[in-house]
C-alpha cells in the first residue's frame, strides 16, 4: 500500500474529524479534480440494513460537506464483497473509508474477496486507506478480541501487532486484556493505542504522526509512549 494510512480511534464522519479528513484529502494529488471517495460499512454488515444505512449516509454527507465525490458501497457479506460490479470503482478510488463495527467479521468479510483485491491495488497506485476502529484493526498482524478474551488473526499491513481503538475510553474492566496484550509483544513488536477522536496517519517506510483530538500511544514489552496531535510517531 503506497498511499497514506489513516487508522483512527473513533467519531468517523463526525465534524470533531472533519479537520483530519480535510487533511487526507488534500494530500492527494488530483490536478484539480475532485477525490473519489467510496465509504464501506461492512463492518456493521451483521447488525443489519439500518445501522449500515445509516454509516453510509453519514460518509457521504461527510465527504460531501469536504467537496468530494463520494459514493456508499452495500458491501456487507462475503457474496456481496465478490461481486464484480464494485471492482472498478473501489479500484478508482481516491479514498477508501471503512467505518467501525465488528473487527472479525469484517476481516472474514473482506479475505480474499475481489473487493479486497480492488482497493488494495487502489492503494498500491497511491489512494488512502482510512479506517476507524474495526477498519484500523484489521490492518495489524492480530485483533484483539476483548469478549472472547483472546485475538484473532489481521491482515499485517501495518508493521504493529494490535491495534486498539478507543483507547482512552476503554472500561476499567477491559484494562487488564491490555495489560495482557502487552506483555505477549515481543523483542521489537509495537501495539498501537489510538484514543477517541485522534487518528495516526502515515505511510509503510514513512513517516507517521498523531492528528485530532487526542493523542497516540505505542507501546513496547517494557514501555508505552504517548503522542499528542502533531507529533511524529515512530512505529520502526
Not at 43 to 61: C, D, F, L, P, Y
Not at 86 to 93: R, T
Not at 206 to 222: D, L, N, P, T, Y
Request: charged share 20%.
Amino acid at each position: 500500500m503506497n498511499g497514506l494510512i489513516a487508522l483512527v480511534g473513533s467519531g468517523e464522519y463526525l465534524p470533531v474529524m472533519e479537520d483530519v479528513d480535510r487533511y487526507l484529502l488534500e494530500s492527494l494529488n488530483l490536478s484539480g479534480r475532485h477525490a473519489r471517495v467510496v465509504c464501506l460499512a461492512t463492518a456493521a454488515g451483521k447488525e443489519g440494513e439500518q445501522s449500515v444505512n445509516r454509516w453510509s449516509n453519514m460518509g457521504i454527507q461527510h465527504f460531501n460537506k469536504l467537496g468530494a465525490d463520494v459514493q456508499a458501497l452495500p458491501i456487507i457479506d462475503r457474496a456481496s464483497a465478490d461481486d464484480v460490479q464494485y471492482e472498478s470503482i473501489l479500484e478508482n478510488a481516491d479514498l477508501i473509508y471503512f467505518s467501525g463495527g465488528d473487527p472479525g467479521y469484517l476481516y472474514e468479510t473482506l479475505k480474499d474477496t475481489c473487493a479486497w483485491y480492488a482497493a488494495n491495488r487502489a492503494w498500491a497506485r497511491g489512494a488512502i486507506y482510512a479506517g476507524c476502529s474495526a477498519g484500523a484493526m484489521i490492518l495489524a498482524n492480530r485483533m484483539p478480541s476483548f469478549r472472547l478474551a483472546g485475538t484473532q488473526q489481521g491482515f499485517g499491513i501495518v508493521p504493529v501487532e494490535f491495534v486498539v481503538p478507543h483507547f482512552d475510553a476503554i472500561p476499567a474492566i477491559w484494562k487488564p486484556v491490555v495489560f495482557a496484550l502487552q506483555k505477549q509483544l515481543k523483542n521489537g513488536q509495537r501495539m498501537i493505542g489510538v484514543d477517541e477522536d485522534t487518528a495516526l496517519i502515515g505511510s509503510l517506510g514513512g513517516e507517521w504522526k498523531a492528528m485530532g483530538k487526542s493523542q497516540v500511544h505505542v507501546f513496547s514489552k517494557e514501555r508505552k509512549i504517548s503522542h499528542k496531535s502533531g507529533e511524529v510517531v515512530l512505529l520502526n
